[in-house]
């Protein structure tokens, strides 16, 4: 039984195949009990005579429940082949990503109006592909393009990409997971391996520009680090595109003024500041070196990679692989 926040909650701004899952027909039966249940949560019976928004919810569930029941399963076909829609595995800041019944996911854009950030994430991804190519061990650190699919207007745009689901989190997740901050072992290997996916698109000539934890997908089992979200990167020196309401940005860009490395410099130590638990000093002041106001005055992410494995040798000595697990996957 849902609550009527709840059967709201999961109602209102839904669209049918995010609400009911892929319009498969052996979903139907989970479909139907899913839709019964939320039709008496908002029944007019069980909410008051004036609930405008219940009423309003209940009209939507009803309209919601018939279109996926004469939707066939989404396919997103581009030139090069279809691809299936099925679960909806994360919503991002622009997205949505799907897997589909093949290997790859989807990730698709919720509103039109934002088809050029995801244009804009093409190009960067080409980008580095094409420079991954010649630099194979920078290749780990980025997100594989596989097929885009472009669209006239009004339409929802989608990225087909390689999948990164079994065994990632995000570094969100992970922050969650340790409310208290991480150990400066474990925070090691991830930021030694963000840093050399920052300078790496620089390098490439590019700036990332939304370094925030929902970005960093990261393999704790295999310590890997994977920097995805490029909707915002732009070449260096250029204004960004558009800014996301979810990412706080150093103060350049909040004044105005473009997008360069020292802008990712910026926003990968804030994220360091920000899962680093507080007693671990020494890489806390190594961060705040790098959130300096003045762009100029921060380091490159090239120089920071040899600073920081000095810094590392000083602290923690010879590297030793340590074991990291989040909390409620530990002896899973
Ligand atoms: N290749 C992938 N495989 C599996 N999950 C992914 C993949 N890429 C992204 N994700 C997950 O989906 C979420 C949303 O993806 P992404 O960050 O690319 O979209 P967005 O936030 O809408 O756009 P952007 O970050 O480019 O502005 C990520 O936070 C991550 O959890
Ligand atoms: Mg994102």
């Known amino acids: 039984m849902f609550t009527r926040e709840e059967a709201l909650g999961l109602v209102e701004g839904a669209d049918p195949v995010d609400l009911f899952g892929p319009a498969d027909p052996d979903r139907r039966e989970q479909a139907h009990r899913l839709y019964r249940g939320l039709v008496a949560a908002l029944h007019p019976d069980r909410v008051a005579a004036d609930d405008v928004r219940a009423h309003a919810a209940s009209a939507d569930l009803t309209r919601l429940y018939h279109e996926w029941q004469h939707t066939g399963p989404v396919v997103l076909r581009t030139a090069r082949g279809s691809y299936r829609v099925a679960a909806?595995?994360?919503?991002?800041?622009?997205?949505?990503?799907?897997?589909?019944?093949?290997?790859?996911?989807?990730?698709?854009?919720?509103?039109?109006?934002?088809?050029?950030?995801?244009?804009?994430?093409?190009?960067a991804l080409r980008l580095l592909g094409r420079f991954t190519d010649?630099?194979?061990?920078?290749?780990?650190?980025?997100p594989r393009l596989v097929d885009t699919g472009d669209v006239g207007r009004g339409e929802r745009a989608f990225t087909v990409l390689e999948p990164l689901v079994d065994g990632f989190v995000t570094l969100a997740d992970v922050r969650r997971a340790f409310p208290g901050g991480l150990d400066g072992r474990d925070y090691a290997w991830m930021h030694r391996?963000?840093?050399?996916?920052?300078?790496?698109?620089?390098?490439?000539?590019?700036?990332?520009g939304a370094i925030v934890a929902d970005n960093v997908l990261v393999h704790p089992e295999q310590h890997g680090?994977?920097?995805a979200g490029w909707s915002f990167a732009v070449a260096a020196g250029q204004p960004p595109l558009a800014t996301a309401k979810s990412v706080d940005y150093p103060p350049e860009v909040a004044a105005g003024r473009p997008?360069?490395?020292?802008?990712?410099?910026?926003?990968?130590?804030?994220?360091?500041?920000?899962l680093l638990a507080e007693d671990e000093i020494r890489q806390r002041r190594?961060?705040?070196?790098?959130?300096?106001?003045?762009?100029?005055?921060?380091?490159?992410?090239?120089?920071?990679?040899?600073?920081?494995?000095?810094?590392?040798?000083?602290?923690?000595?010879?590297?030793?692989?340590?074991?990291?697990?989040?909390?409620?996957?530990?002896?899973?």
């Open 193 to 208: 391996r963000l840093l050399r996916a920052v300078a790496g698109a620089h390098r490439a000539g590019l700036v990332h």
């Open 225 to 227: 680090i994977v920097l």
């Open 286 to 332: 190594f961060a705040a070196g790098c959130v300096q106001d003045v762009p100029e005055r921060r380091p490159d992410a090239a120089d920071l990679l040899d600073e920081y494995d000095e810094l590392l040798d000083e602290l923690y000595g010879a590297r030793v692989f340590r074991p990291f697990a989040l909390p409620d996957t530990k002896g899973a």
């Open 88 to 123: 909806r595995h994360a919503v991002g800041s622009v997205a949505n990503v799907y897997l589909t019944d093949g290997p790859h996911v989807v990730k698709v854009v919720r509103n039109p109006a934002l088809t050029p950030l995801l244009r804009a994430e093409w190009d």
């Open 259 to 274: 997008l360069t490395p020292a802008t990712d410099v910026h926003m990968a130590h804030a994220l360091m500041l920000d």
């Open 134 to 142: 010649e630099h194979t061990w920078l290749r780990p650190y980025y």
